[in-house]
Structures are given as structure tokens and as C-alpha cells.
């Protein structure tokens, strides 16, 4: 029989078709009961459950099952288990039960609480997301759970996440109700995430100390080339490349992941792959799987992938783009313009109720979207600033400025014809333009949110955009829900849309967001510019934040300082990371390999007996930048060692962007420097040519 490269598709997947297969009828529909959130598992319906998916995965080769989950490092994490038991007459037997399945106690010590663990316990549980298929990989059964504190607080990514498609849920339900579809139970954000990486070979990568430790280079002088190796996006993918892709593919498939695109991308060694968007929680395990597969695949092809926001300085860095709408249970996409005016006006309502979100918490979005990786890229060529603003395209924006002015009017549902472009009855359906210089645009029929860093999980971005979303449409469906007429909707609709657009219109944007005009006119807007991560963590903890994220039930105010607090953290250690390691390799390699060009040059002058200025000129010149580079040298350490006399966590974080980083910045410089004066044989390290060849 031929085989069909999809014929393994999904073969890994505990999916909902096997499940469907392999569970009594009874206990499928009560799964299906527990999914949609209308009723609880029972132990009966769970043991049946984790029974079918031992066998299923048993027979697959399975050996162990893990509680896959996501703590607060942003990575996941699984603790596997055996299956085996021991049976009567001492032989071993598999076993796997519903309790097992359902709920999992680890160790929350091990990972970070921010406070939640020394408040409380140390135990941390985690529990089934039943609307997570599980996978297998390996010989390991993955099951997706939360993770969460003995009294209850989320120490995780996926709980605040399940959280806030509830909030957004609930509030668009509201809405679409009011506005005749009175069936709808359900709305959920779906998601497609378009993740970029760089390959590079791997014993060059291990070479390189800066990269192995930290992700990316700390130092690395522009070849003569680099991005002139043009041709590279959407070139022709390099053969080794393709081996590489065509097994990361076939992994993905298994998994039931429709891995869908994948080009080059616009830098060299640079890569993208998307694939189809799904249901926000689903797609968001599925990036989180797709990212291990890539660094896992490419260890096996001899490459290291770099899932870092900016491994090379001055060449594109890599993001997530967040592919985001909102889908009704019934398959309506209320982000796609509709055929029906009612529609029309619907769509308009939640595009407003978004610009409203967008603006009024541009900052949390800022900082979901963001880690210190990312401050290198954002507002660098390729990116977009660190501005928050939305780009509706051309011909919506001139529906919105009219809605805006009061100069639309409202026809008549039965007429025919409504194609004025001042009746909001018609919204031209394909305005997606392509403008890749707005962090936040609209595409047709969905929101593209660029500003997410590659190396990131995308949970927060999405718990802040559906909480911040649901927020709005909360206080929308409020001002809706008593009136009586569609009519009445329908024109209260547009009255609230006027307002918000008056109020909110600021935010929209819809040329070049990478000019410098644009961030003079975005500072005359009053809209905010947050170049440095570390000052965008703290705005989980302003009033209105916490206000918001209680009111809509996602975060309380204990689990956001618990965030804020592992940020801080976090941003603290990679930085102290990163400047350890550069100066470690500046004085343990770059500073040998410079007096040994020196000793080059005055040994080669005094044997050859030449008096050439050459010779003078070029030493004089290697102790210029060995006189600099030991100096800047030293005032970095002692810069990072003054670091213990800001005890406070955050001031230390500050201490670290403000003073820091801009010297380790400037040690770099002289390196990069020392790099273009040393001779190939006693420069150290693969240079960022080699690496940028090694995948050509
Ligand atoms: P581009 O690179 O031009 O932005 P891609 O095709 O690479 O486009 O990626 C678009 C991503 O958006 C894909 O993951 C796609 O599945 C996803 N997508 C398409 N429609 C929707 C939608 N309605 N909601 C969410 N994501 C979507
Ligand atoms: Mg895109």
C-alpha cells in the first residue's frame, strides 16, 4: 500500500475521534458535558477515561504518563510516572486510574512562586485540563494541567489563561445574544502563532559560549555580508534545512498539530513556521510543543535553534506573531465584517470594544508581549516600537473616523443596496493590507498582534487580551442588555461605538510605525513609550489593573505580585547572566587572543628587521583597544558588583537596565572592534560570517 505523508496524521493525539472510538458512548458524552464547562467528571466517567488512554498509549509504546504544565518559568515542565505497579505474585502490572489522571501533587518548591509558597505550602497540584488533548511523545503520555497552590492560587500560565477564555466567553455571549443569535452558548478566541527562529550548526553554536549560555551572541562584529545574503526570504530553504523541517513536520503532524507554513525568513539562518490557528488554549500548548520539537529536531540534524528575540545584533530579530479573533460555537468569526447589517454593526461594536481595550491597558500588553530578550528587538528595523498602536487599514479607518464624527446614518435592514460608504451597513469585507509596521493590526478578519517575543510563551499576551477584551465588552453588554428592540440595540450600538472612537481614536494608526515621525506624533497623542521591559512589569500591580483582572475573575491581587515579583526575578538573572559571561570570555579569550595579535606583530617587526610605519601604526592601534578594553573591563564589574547596594529587588532590576547593560554595551563595542583588528587564526570564536554560512 502507498503511503500517505498525512496517513500518520494525529497518530500521537489522545484526540476527541479516539476518545469517540475507544470510550462507551455514555462516558464520551459525559466528557463532552464536562469540556463545555456544564458539568463536573465523576470518578467512574474518569477512571473510564484515564483506563482507555493508558491502553491507547500502552500500545503505542508508552511507558510513563506525565502532568504536563506550565509554571511561571514560561517553559513547561513533567515529572514522569511509571504505569507500573506491582501485581499478585509479584509481577508487574500497568495501572492508571482517575485519580491519577485528574490530579497530580508535585513539589512547588522546585519551581517559582513569588511569594505564593512561603505565604502558604509547599505542595503545589496540578489538574487535568480536559480540553487539552493529551499527546505522546516519546514513551511518555503528556496530559496538559494546571498547576496550582494548596489554597488555590495559579502558579501557572494555562489557569489564568482558561480563566480569561471564561471572561471573554461570558461577556461576548452577552453580547452576540443581544444581537438576535440567541443559541450561542460559547465564544472563544482562536489563535494562529507564527513562530520565527534562527538555525545555526551546532559545533559552532557550542563555540560560543555566549550563545550556549545565554541564547544569544553578547558580542559579534557585522560581517561585510550578513543581510546581503538577501534572496534569503522566501528564497530557496537550504537542503539541510529542509531534512530538518520535513522532521520537524512529521513530528508535528503526529501530534495532530497542522503545521501548515514555512519559508525563510528575512535575516539569514532565519525561519518561520505557523501553523493553522486553533481554539487560544489548544494553540497556545501546541506553540509551546512546536518550540521543544524545533530545538529538539535541530540538536538531531547537528544544528541549535535559536528561539531568542535577537541572537545577532543589527540583524532581524525573531517574534511571535498573535494571530487572534473571536469564533462563536456556531462558527461565526465576529472579527469578519458579515453579509447581514445587524452583522455589520456587531462586528463594528466589538472592533470599538477592542480599540477601547487596547488603549486603555496598552502598557500590560507591552509587557505580556515581552521579556529582556525582546528590548533588543522592538523598535530595532525589523519591529515594531515599543508604542502600542492599531492599524485598522485605510478604508476602515475612514468608517471609524465617520462613526467617530456622527456622520453615518443608519439604513433600513430590508434595503438592498446600502453601499454608501457613510452607512455603516456596509463594511467592506477583504481590507486586509499588509502593513507590518503596526504592532496590533487588523487583517481581514482577525487581529495580528507583532510584538510578542519568539522565545515566549504566549500565555500572558492572551490572558491580558482577553481579560482587557472581555473588560470592554463587559461594560458594553451592560449598557445593552436592557433594551428590548433590535432597533434599539442597533442604534445604542453605534452611539456607544461614537463614543469610544471619540475618546479612544488616538490609538489608531495606520501608516509607517517604524518612522521617527511616528513616535514624535505617538508622544503627542499622549500614548505611551515603554523602550524598557523592565519598566513595563510593574503595571500588573496599578489599581486599575488589579481592579480589572479581579473584576473579571482571572488574577487576584496576591497571584499578580506573585508575577510581578518572578518578572523582576527573572529580568535580574538574565542580565547578571549575560554580563558575567561576557566578561568572563573578555578576559579569559578575547583579551589573551589580543596580546597574542600583539606579540605577533612586534615579534614579526623584530625578525623581519623591517622599520615599516606599518608595524607601529597596527601595535599601536592593538594597545589603544587593549588599554580600552581592560578599562571598560573593569568599570563594568565594578558597576555589577555596586548592584548589592540596591537591596530592593525592583531598584536592583533598574539599577541593572539603567547603569548596567548600557556598559555592558559599550565592552562590547571595543570587542566587536578588537574582532575587526584581529587576524582569523587568533580570533576565538566563530564569527557571525561563519555562522551566518554555515546554513547556506
Ligand atoms: P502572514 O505571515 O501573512 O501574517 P501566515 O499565513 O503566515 O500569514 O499566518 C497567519 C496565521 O494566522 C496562521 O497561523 C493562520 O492560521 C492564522 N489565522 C488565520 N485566520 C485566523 C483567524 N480567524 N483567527 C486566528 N488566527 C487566524
Ligand atoms: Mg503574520
Known sequence: MIKHPFDDFGTNLFSETVMKERLPHPIYKKWKTAIHKEDALDQTTADAIAHAMKNWAMEKGATHFTHWFQPLTGTTAEKHDSFIEPGEYNQPISRFSGKSLIKGEGDASSFPSGGLRATFEARGYTYWDCTSPAFLRDNVLCIPTIFVSYNGETLDKKAPLLKSVEAISKQATRIVNLFKDKDIRRVTPMLGLEQEYFLIDKDLYLKRRDLTHTGRTLFGSMPPKSMDIRGHYFGSIPSRVQAFMKDVNEELWKLGIYAKTEHNEVAPCQFEIAPIFNDCNIAIDQNLIMMDVLKKKAEKHGMACLLHEKPFQGVNGSGKHNNWSLVTDDGQNLLEPGDRPHENIRFLLFVCAIIRAVDTYPELLRMGASCYGNDYRLGADEAPPAIISICMGDELETILRK??????????????????????????????????????????????????????????????????????????????????????????????????????????????????????????????????????????????????????????????????????????????????????????EILPALLKEIKFYTDSKNSLGIAHSFYDDKIQTLLDKLEKLHTQQELLDEKMRNRSTYPDNIEKAMYLNHEVLPQMHVLRTIIDEIEDELSKERYPFPTYDDMFMSMQ
Not at 456596509?426 to 507583532?450: H, I, L, M, Q
Request: proline letters at 2%; aromatic letters at 8%.
Open 403 to 588: 462613526l467617530k464624527n456622527g456622520e453615518h446614518e443608519l439604513k433600513n435592514e430590508i434595503e438592498t443596496t446600502p453601499y454608501a460608504i457613510a452607512n455603516l451597513s456596509y463594511v467592506p469585507k477583504d481590507t486586509s493590507d499588509r502593513n507590518r509596521t503596526s504592532p496590533f493590526a487588523f487583517t481581514g478578519n482577525k487581529f495580528e498582534f507583532r510584538m510578542v517575543g519568539s522565545s515566549r510563551s504566549a500565555s500572558t499576551t492572551n490572558i491580558v487580551l482577553n481579560t482587557i477584551v472581555a473588560d470592554s465588552l463587559h461594560d458594553i453588554a451592560n449598557q445593552l442588555q436592557d433594551l428590548k428592540y433590535i432597533d434599539d440595540i442597533r442604534k445604542k450600538a453605534l452611539d456607544i461605538c461614537r463614543d469610544i472612537l471619540q475618546k479612544h481614536h488616538r490609538i489608531l494608526f495606520s501608516k509607517d510605525g517604524y518612522s521617527q515621525e511616528w513616535k514624535q506624533e505617538a508622544q503627542k497623542r499622549g500614548l505611551a513609550n515603554i523602550p524598557h521591559y523592565v519598566n513595563s512589569i510593574s503595571s500588573f500591580m496599578d489599581e486599575k489593573t488589579i481592579a480589572m483582572f479581579e473584576r473579571n475573575q482571572v488574577y487576584n491581587k496576591v497571584e499578580l505580585q506573585a508575577r510581578v515579583d518572578i518578572l523582576i526575578e527573572e529580568y535580574r538573572k538574565s542580565v547578571k547572566v549575560e554580563v558575567l559571561t561576557l566578561l568572563d570570555i573578555s578576559k579569559k
